[in-house]
């Protein structure tokens, strides 16, 4: 055991962990509508009650809540091989359980509760992550920001769970993962590729509508913008897992049909395939 009122007890490492954020979508309008602080109050605990159990579930360690969200790491302290296995288990497992919270207080909110997960296995230095004055066990470096940043493009991208190639890489055949696109988000210097993960489960019909978007994806990052176009026009709208109405903005921007650029970080920007994020 190490004194919590000595920053210095905790031992400090570089290790390579995999990172979760997860943060619920549009409570803060939410909140206001209700204007009832304590079933604000109570529903966020509910909300966050769904998604410890997911993370201690699958043997994570929560690091932090925040707001209406929190984070989470894996294979620090302790090794775990499988980490990024279990960070995104658990993230299924949050989009599983979040319909039945959302159940249970519709006569109050009147509205479906969403959720955003972003998932990124990276390198850290795990020790004291918070100050003299108040110690914190957690991850510092630039895939903490990482991780972060791809929480947050899920809801420019529409996609409820989103993870990066290092952590895609290394899932088993429970999991069905699709490149998104190739994105450069505010902040960082280089392109990432973001991926939609998804239970290997999936329905034959969402599968085929992944294929065609896998294929306007490449027409559209090789130029071929009229070609990118059609193909996204014969997927089924109805297929909510799939962002083809994402992917058919950008599309339609570089094609000059919907979408006027009003300034470098606020509209996505097409260069060479790679995607920009907007800066909010």
Same mark, same amino acid.
């Given at each position: 055991m190490y004194d919590a009122s000595d920053p210095n007890a905790i031992h400090s490492e570089q290790r390579e962990v995999t990172l979760l954020f997860a943060d619920l979508r549009g409570f803060t309008e939410l909140a206001g509508s $209700?204007?009832? +602080?304590?079933?604000?109050?109570? @529903?966020? &605990?509910?909300?966050?009650?769904?998604?410890?159990?997911?993370?201690?579930?699958?043997?994570? $360690?929560?690091? +932090?809540?925040?707001?209406?969200? @929190?984070? &989470?790491?894996?294979?620090?302290?302790?090794?775990?091989?499988?980490?990024?296995?279990?960070?995104?288990?658990?993230?299924l497992q949050m989009l599983e359980s979040l319909p039945t919270v959302t159940d249970e207080w519709m006569n109050v909110i009147q509205t479906q509760l969403r959720l955003g997960i972003g998932v990124h296995t990276g390198s850290v230095q795990v020790g004291n992550a918070g100050s003299t004055r108040k110690v914190k066990y957690g991850p510092r470096g630039p895939s903490v920001n990482l991780a972060s940043r791809v929480e947050s493009a899920t809801k420019e991208l529409r996609v409820p769970f989103v993870a990066t190639r290092p952590t895609a890489d290394r899932l088993s055949k429970l999991f069905a993962t699709n490149r998104v696109c190739c994105a450069r988000m505010p902040g960082l210097q280089k392109p990432v590729d973001l991926y939609a993960v998804r239970s290997a489960n999936a329905d034959l019909h969402t599968s085929f509508a992944w294929r065609t978007y896998d294929e306007?994806?490449?027409?559209?990052?090789?130029?071929?913008?009229?070609?990118?176009?059609?193909?996204?026009?014969?997927?089924?709208?109805?297929?909510?897992?799939v962002p083809w109405r994402f992917l058919g903005e950008r599309v339609q921007c570089e094609l000059g049909h919907k979408l006027r650029r009003r300034s470098m970080d606020q509209l996505a920007a097409y260069a060479g395939g790679v995607i920009v994020l907007s800066a909010k």
């Open positions: $209700l204007q009832m +602080d304590p079933l604000v109050c109570e @529903l966020l &605990a509910h909300v966050m009650d769904c998604l410890s159990e997911a993370v201690a579930h699958h043997d994570g $360690l929560i690091v +932090d809540y925040y707001g209406d969200g @929190l984070m &989470a790491m894996w294979n620090a302290p302790t090794n775990q091989p499988d980490h990024a296995e279990l960070a995104c288990r658990a993230g306007a994806l490449r027409q559209f990052e090789a130029g071929e913008l009229e070609v990118a176009a059609d193909t996204l026009a014969t997927i089924d709208q109805t297929v909510a897992e």
